[in-house]
């Protein structure tokens, strides 16, 4: 009997050693976060806001970013909605970080309001708030996330091209006329 003892026990063992080494380490949860929100463009017809949304894959395998939708508003007493931006299908890379810059264009009157606020207030800030869904490997997770950014009118001067204009004077001259047309 006590013969089989020691083999039996050196049998659990290897067992036991070998299936720890077989099992994966469990799949942690991926980040997302927008680390800018920005102005490409601006017209008297429609501003562009670029929102760049970070995914953090720590897991040893890529992923995959299925969607990743979000809407754009300011507070400006209620919140005022400005548009939607979507990205759909992009590749995540294992243990780093994913940037995707998702455009949203803004048309004419929610454009001429927000510019309103930003005549008033002598600034305006910009709310992004939507979801990241990611597919990693045996399950997939739904990542909310949100961000504020405040611009200021001089925020405006290098993505008007005057010339010798102080754009921040003539947004507050205009201000009368544009709560006027946003009314």
Known sequence: MKQLILPGIFII??????STGCTEPPV?????SVSDI???DVTLQTM???ATVV?????????RLNKVAFDVYYPDDIPTYLGHGEQTNI??????????????????IQAIKAVSTLVR????????NGSAFIDVKVTSFEKPFEQSRQFKASDFESLVPVTSVNITEKVQQLG??????AG
């Open 28 to 32: 942690k949860d991926p980040t997302v």
């Open 91 to 108: 590749d995540v890379v294992s243990s780093g970080n994913t940037t995707v810059i998702v455009p949203v264009t803004i048309r004419n």
């Open 176 to 181: 009368g006329l544009l709560d006027i047309v």
């Open 121 to 128: 207030k002598g600034s305006i800030t910009i709310n992004v």
């Open 48 to 50: 562009t806001v670029n």
């Open 13 to 18: 063992f290897a067992i036991f050693t070998l």
């Open 38 to 40: 920005g102005l490409s």
């Open 55 to 63: 995914i953090f894959n720590p897991n040893p395998f890529g992923a």
